[in-house]
């Protein structure tokens, strides 16, 4: 079994900033890949970012890019999504999440956070 905790959401301005963290612990070894989805109210929930744990590499969606870093903490077992250049459409409950290889499907990623909701205001 694999815990993980979100922290870091809120409220901003659109162009503002927030930092996303997920603190993973538990059977964490097998899960070498954590990633960040994200679902907004009346859609599906869509692949953000991940990042090889093992490597350091990263992925994002093509929505993000630019403006949202993953990074990792392996001795904290930590992830943290520095989110930029805010805007409304950004406005979702952000979760995170742990597969044992890279994929963007949500389905792939056996454990979950509880997800944390990020506004963004126009």
């Known amino acids: 079994q694999v815990q993980l905790v979100e922290s870091g959401g809120g409220l901003v301005q659109a162009g503002g900033s927030l930092r996303l963290s997920c603190a993973a612990s538990?059977?964490?070894?097998?899960?070498?890949?954590m990633g960040w989805f994200r679902q907004a109210p009346g859609k599906e929930r869509e692949f953000v970012a991940a990042?090889?744990?093992?490597?350091?590499?990263?992925y994002y969606a093509d929505s993000v890019k630019g403006r949202f870093t993953i990074s990792r903490d392996n001795a904290k077992n930590t992830v943290s999504l520095q989110m930029n250049s805010l805007k409304p459409e950004d406005t979702a409950v952000y979760y995170c999440?742990?597969?044992?290889?890279?994929?963007?499907?949500?389905?792939?990623?056996?454990?979950w956070g509880q997800g944390t909701q990020v506004t963004v205001s126009s």
């Open positions: 999440a742990v597969a044992p290889r890279y994929n963007q499907r949500a389905d792939q990623y056996r454990y």
């Open positions: 538990g059977r964490t070894f097998g899960s070498d890949v």
């Open positions: 990042i090889r744990r093992s490597s350091g590499s990263t």
